[in-house]
């Protein structure tokens, strides 16, 4: 059985949260506030959280960094607030979904089912070491190391890394990385996956030119052995 962690301030949304989840077959636990989150993860594991932006002590978007420095746990955001900016931002931190509120409560555990599945097909699925040159990729570990030094990435931005790898010398659209890296047809520009592409080059150093720019395409991952 799933875990789910509801984050929310506002006691009858994290009631209706819980109440379709347990419906749909997930254990659920609470927290008001993101302090209490973070004390939550430190003690237990969680398969998702589902975690709003606007609330006491410590906002969404701290409490996502703070559990980012200690646990890989899927995050899907809810708001009050539609702006792109937030759901932007939101991206860069490596979330995998956002929700604007007022939601429907079938539509979350949809998205939430989808993020689930997404998970445990990627950790079926990724069991090997690779390398092309100086890069590794350890895949069970989730890391990867440049000329031997480990660097740090966020989970999306590791998911993006690897799906470029998976689909070596492969043209791939802003759209169809949005779609499968996002899982959901993206609404606004595409800054995410170009703020996610540049990040990644940074990290990869002397190996940022593995990934190619194709003009007026999108991206491919392309190395000679």
Not at 44 to 71: A, H, Q, V, W
Not at 153 to 165: A, G, N, V
Request: aromatic residues 10%; proline residues 4%; charged residues 35%.
């Amino acid at each position: 059985m799933y875990k789910l962690l509801v984050v929310d301030d506002e006691p009858k949304i994290r009631e209706v949260i819980r109440e379709y989840a347990e419906f749909n077959g997930y254990e659920v636990e609470e927290a008001e506030d993101g302090m209490s989150a973070i004390g939550l993860c430190k003690l237990n594991d969680y398969d998702l959280i589902i975690l709003d932006i606007m609330m006491p002590k410590l906002d969404g978007f701290s409490t996502c960094k703070e559990i980012r420095k200690f646990k890989d746990i899927p995050i899907i955001m809810l708001s009050a607030r539609g702006e792109e900016y937030d759901k932007l931002f939101g991206f860069e931190l490596g979330i995998d979904d956002y929700i604007v509120k007022p939601f429907s409560p079938k539509e979350l555990m949809a998205r939430v089912n989808a993020v689930l599945t997404r998970k445990n097909s990627s950790q079926k699925t990724r069991t090997d070491i690779m390398n092309f040159k100086g890069l590794e990729i350890n895949i069970p570990a989730r890391t990867v190391s440049v000329d031997g030094k480990r660097i740090e990435l966020t989970p999306k931005e590791y998911e993006l890394l690897f799906y470029l790898i998976e689909n070596k010398d492969i043209a791939l659209s802003r759209d169809k990385l949005l779609q499968d890296i996002w899982g959901y047809d993206f609404f606004g520009d595409d800054r995410t996956i170009d703020t996610h592409i540049k990040n990644l080059r940074n990290a990869l150093g002397p190996y940022r030119d593995f990934i190619v720019t194709l003009r007026g395409v999108g991206y491919k991952f392309e190395c000679e052995e």
